[in-house]
C-alpha cells in the first residue's frame, strides 16, 4: 500500500469517528420518531414473509394480505395488552399477600443471622419499608410507562402500514446492497422471533403449571428479553425468582424448579436450536455484540438493546461493500487480520 493510499484511508477512518460521534448525538436527539420508525422497518421486514406466504401459496392478492397481516398483528397487540393489564390487576390484589409473605421472609433471614451472632438493631417490619400505598404507587407508575409502550407501538403501527402499503406497490424483487441485507435480517428476525416465541410459550406453561403468579407475563418477558444476546435469558430466568419466593404457597421444590426449567429451556434453545437455523447468517463476533449492546443501550435504552444485534448487522454489511471500511467489517466479525491491512 502506497503512503498516498494509507493517508487517504487513515482520514476516512477519522472522518467515520467523527461522524459517529456526531450521529450518536442526532440518534439520541431524534429517538423519540427514529425508535418508531426503525422498530417498524424491522417489524415490516419480520411480517414480510408472512405476506409473500399468503401471496405465493394462497393466491391472495397483495394488498389484501397486507390486510390481513396487520390485522393480525393488531390483534396480537391487544392481545398482549390485556394480559399485561389483567396480571397488574392480579399483582394489586395480592399485594397484601407479598407484603406478609415478605415479613415472614425477613423474619427467618433474622434467625438465620442470628445464628451467626448477627442481630439486626431493631426489629424490621415489612410495613415500613413496602407499604401498600408505596405498592399501588409503583403499579400505577408501571401502568404508566405500559401506556407510554402502547402509544409508541401505536406510532410503530403507522409507520409499519406505510412501509407495508409502499412495499406493496413495488414488484421487482430488491437486488445489490438491500437485497443482501434484507435477506439476512429477515432471516434473522425470523428464527429468532420463532425461537424467542418458543421459549416464552414454554417459559410460561412451566411457571403456570407450577402455580407461579404473573407466569404469562414473565413468559411474555422471556419472549422480548431473548432478543438481547446472553444477558437477556439470564434476566429473564431470573425475574420470576421474588415472586415465587413471596408467594406464601411456594415449596422449596417449586423455587428449585421455577428456575432450573426455564434456565434448561433457555440453554437448549439458545445453545442448540437457534443456532442451528440460524447459522452464521449475521456473522458478527460475541464481543462486537456486546459492545454494540452497550451503545445502543446508552443511546436507546432497553430498545436499544433489543435492536443492536440487526442494526450492528446492517452497519457491517454496508461497510463490506466498501473498499476503505471493509477491514472495520472484518473486525466485526471477528477476523483481526483485517487490521494488517489498516
Known amino acids: 500500500m502506497s503512503t498516498v493510499d494509507r493517508e487517504q484511508r487513515i482520514q476516512t477512518i477519522c472522518l467515520l469517528m467523527l461522524s459517529m460521534v456526531a450521529g450518536a448525538g442526532a440518534i439520541y436527539w431524534l429517538?423519540?420518531?427514529?425508535?418508531?420508525?426503525?422498530?417498524?422497518?424491522?417489524?415490516?421486514?419480520?411480517?414480510?414473509?408472512?405476506?409473500?406466504?399468503?401471496?405465493?401459496?394462497?393466491?391472495v392478492p397483495r394488498w389484501l394480505a397486507v390486510v390481513a397481516t396487520l390485522a393480525l398483528g393488531f390483534i396480537i397487540l391487544?392481545?398482549?395488552?390485556?394480559?399485561?393489564?389483567?396480571?397488574?390487576?392480579?399483582?394489586?390484589?395480592?399485594?397484601?399477600?407479598?407484603?406478609?409473605?415478605l415479613g415472614e421472609l425477613t423474619t427467618q433471614a433474622a434467625a438465620i443471622l442470628a445464628r451467626f451472632g448477627i442481630v439486626p438493631p431493631?426489629?424490621?417490619?415489612?410495613?415500613?419499608f413496602m407499604p401498600?400505598?408505596?405498592?399501588?404507587?409503583?403499579l400505577v407508575g408501571t401502568t404508566n410507562a405500559i401506556l407510554a409502550v402502547l402509544s409508541r407501538g401505536a406510532l410503530v403501527m403507522i409507520f409499519m402500514i406505510f412501509l407495508l402499503i409502499g412495499s406493496s406497490r413495488t414488484t421487482e424483487p430488491a437486488t445489490g446492497v438491500?437485497?443482501?441485507?434484507?435477506?439476512?435480517?429477515?432471516?434473522?428476525?425470523?428464527?429468532?422471533?420463532?425461537?424467542?416465541?418458543?421459549?416464552?410459550v414454554l417459559v410460561g406453561t412451566i411457571l403456570f403449571a407450577l402455580g407461579v403468579d404473573l407466569a404469562m407475563v414473565f413468559g411474555l418477558l422471556a419472549f422480548l428479553l431473548n432478543f438481547i444476546p446472553s444477558v437477556g435469558s439470564i434476566v429473564a430466568t431470573l425475574l420470576p425468582l421474588p415472586v415465587v419466593l413471596m408467594n406464601p404457597e411456594s415449596t422449596g421444590t417449586t423455587i428449585v424448579l421455577a428456575i432450573a426449567l426455564p434456565a434448561a429451556v433457555q440453554l437448549v434453545i439458545g445453545n442448540g436450536i437457534e443456532p442451528y437455523f440460524m447459522g452464521n447468517s449475521l456473522d458478527l463476533h460475541p464481543i462486537a455484540i456486546l459492545m454494540a449492546m452497550i451503545m445502543w443501550g446508552t443511546l436507546w435504552g432497553?430498545?436499544?438493546?433489543?435492536?443492536?444485534?440487526?442494526?450492528?448487522?446492517?452497519?457491517?454489511?454496508?461497510?463490506e461493500k466498501m473498499e476503505l471500511t471493509a477491514p472495520v467489517a472484518e473486525l466485526l466479525a471477528g477476523r483481526t487480520d483485517a487490521l494488517r491491512s489498516l
Do not use: C, H
Open 132 to 138: 401498600i400505598s408505596s405498592v399501588r404507587t409503583a
Open 122 to 128: 431493631t426489629t424490621l417490619d415489612p410495613r415500613e
Open 302 to 319: 432497553i430498545v436499544g438493546m433489543l435492536l443492536a444485534t440487526p442494526i450492528t448487522a446492517v452497519i457491517k454489511i454496508l461497510f
Open 178 to 200: 438491500w437485497a443482501e441485507v434484507e435477506s439476512r435480517i429477515k432471516r434473522f428476525i425470523v428464527t429468532k422471533f420463532l425461537t424467542s416465541g418458543a421459549t416464552g
Open 78 to 101: 391487544r392481545l398482549l395488552t390485556a394480559l399485561v393489564s389483567a396480571s397488574l390487576i392480579q399483582l394489586t390484589a395480592n399485594a397484601e399477600t407479598y407484603q406478609t409473605q
Open 31 to 59: 429517538r423519540p420518531v427514529l425508535i418508531p420508525f426503525v422498530l417498524a422497518v424491522f417489524f415490516s421486514l419480520g411480517l414480510s414473509p408472512l405476506i409473500d406466504v399468503q401471496i405465493r401459496y394462497m393466491r
